[in-house]
């Protein structure tokens, strides 16, 4: 049986995490790698590293990262955050990343999720997707949330999917940073929609909430930032938590 | 120390094994070069893409002459060990036939490619000496080994697969060692001291 995989989320810029991590023992807390470290080895199933680095030389700071992520990281990983050419997916995957993840450009160019698919296989490309739900329609929002579109989460994320997207990553915006639970609902709904693998994003505050999602939202992943950076909820705990709800999880 | 070839015909994420492997100390070389392949003491043939394309690379650099006959010990990793079978379903390839066994597409009621972390229920091998049984490992495929004579590990995703496979110096694993933690690096551990 498949696990239900656990992943925190990293956000990058200029090489050093934004968000501070508080770990105990840890040397650098804006260090990236050290940070990932700790994280695969408390049992993480995969990362998440999104570089909002804003240079003219994006790509270059984006292979570096990837390299010294790859180099030192033994679980798979996720880089998001500039791809948005076909040039971009090759750079980050060439320097040893699993999958990239495609957001506002994937909407602006639904087009590069052919290319990039047909180019390197499905598996490896995610689209991330962020949506806020606005008069009982869940809208499609880019540039990390700050514009609004007419697009329907629902219609997008099938679009996506039949273009070559192997995985979504979804990000309920009304539930993100409220640590109330995953948008559990508009979750089960992408799942029944399609059939790649889905990861919900945004709102985890408790160890049942991962529990939740993973019941009623039907979601293969869940991805969390500040619980794990606080050390408001342990990846070994969790783990241990939902292998006693009966859930598939790796341990060893 | 041993010298660790990766084949790299330029199936995709070798980088990620090279690192895999410095990480136990090794450095490795990336060629597609028949002589420096022949001088190593251990082949590594890994694979991320498609097959059909994979494999007319492999038949344009005459790695199809070379690989079913080197002596030493070589591990194919994910589509490095379809690519080791007879043929594959994904558009219709033949492939290098060391082991005598079909590739097929997952017609499965789950979610296809399987992706993530699965159980592995292992055979005696020195290949998973101190690896436990049902230990997890990496997948990511949507083709699949049916579990045969040659199989050492078995996974459940649907139906029961072919997770690792051994005849003779050859060794397959379905899953990515290089991104499967501890067990994975075991794995390739006891690979490079066979």
């Known amino acids: 049986m498949l696990t239900k995989r656990i992943i925190p989320c990293l956000d990058i810029k200029n090489g050093r995490t934004v968000k501070g991590v508080n770990f105990i023992d840890l040397i650098d807390a804006g260090d990236p790698i050290e940070q990932a470290k700790i994280y695969a080895d408390q049992g993480a199933d995969e990362l998440v590293f999104l570089d909002i680095t804003a240079t003219v030389d994006k790509r270059k700071t984006l292979v570096e990262l990837v390299t010294k992520i790859a180099k030192q990281i033994d679980i798979p990983f996720t880089v998001g955050g500039g791809i948005t050419s076909v040039e971009d997916a090759y750079s980050a995957l060439q320097s040893g990343a699993d999958k990239v993840c495609i957001n506002s450009a994937a909407v602006r160019n639904p087009n590069l999720l052919n290319l990039c698919s047909e180019k390197f296989g499905n598996q490896c490309i995610v689209l991330a997707v962020d949506a806020k739900q606005i008069n009982q329609q869940w809208l499609v929002h880019l540039v990390g949330g700050r514009k609004q579109t007419e697009i329907d989460l629902f219609d997008w994320v099938k679009e996506s999917v039949e273009r070559g997207a192997g995985e979504i990553l979804f990000t309920s915006m009304d539930h993100d940073g409220t640590k109330n639970g995953f948008a559990n609902e508009a979750l089960a709904k992408i799942s029944n929609l399609v059939d790649v693998p889905l990861i919900a994003s945004g709102g985890a505050g408790t160890k049942e909430h991962f529990r939740d999602t993973f019941l009623h939202g039907k979601a293969d992943g869940a991805l969390a930032a500040s619980v794990f950076h606080f050390g408001e909820i342990g990846i070994p705990q969790l783990k241990d938590y939902l292998k006693s709800e009966n859930f598939e999880i790796r341990i060893n | ?194």
């Open chain 2, 1 to 194: 120390m041993s010298k660790v070839v990766i084949i790299d015909y330029g199936a995709g994420n070798v980088q990620s094994v090279k690192f895999a492997l410095e990480r136990l100390g090794v450095n490795a070389i990336l060629s597609d070069k028949p002589e420096i392949i022949n001088s190593a003491d251990k082949l590594i043939f890994p694979g991320v893409g498609e097959a059909r394309s994979a494999m007319e690379e492999i038949i344009r650099v005459g790695l199809d002459k070379i690989i079913p006959h080197v002596t030493q010990d070589c591990l194919g990793i994910c589509m490095g060990m379809q690519l080791m079978c007879n043929f594959s379903e994904e558009r219709n390839t033949k492939c290098l036939g060391i082991f005598k066994e079909d590739v097929k597409l997952f017609k499965v009621d789950e979610k296809v490619p399987h992706m993530g972390w699965n159980y592995v229920k292992k055979k005696e091998s020195k290949l998973l000496d101190g690896i436990e049984d049902f230990a997890s490992f990496y997948f990511v495929h949507s083709y699949y080994v049916p579990e045969n004579k040659f199989s050492i590990g078995s996974c459940d995703y649907g139906l029961t697969f072919s997770a690792i496979m051994e005849r003779d110096n050859f060794f397959g694993c379905q899953f990515h060692p290089e991104k499967s933690s501890k067990n994975g690096s075991k794995l390739l551990e006891n690979f490079l001291k066979l």
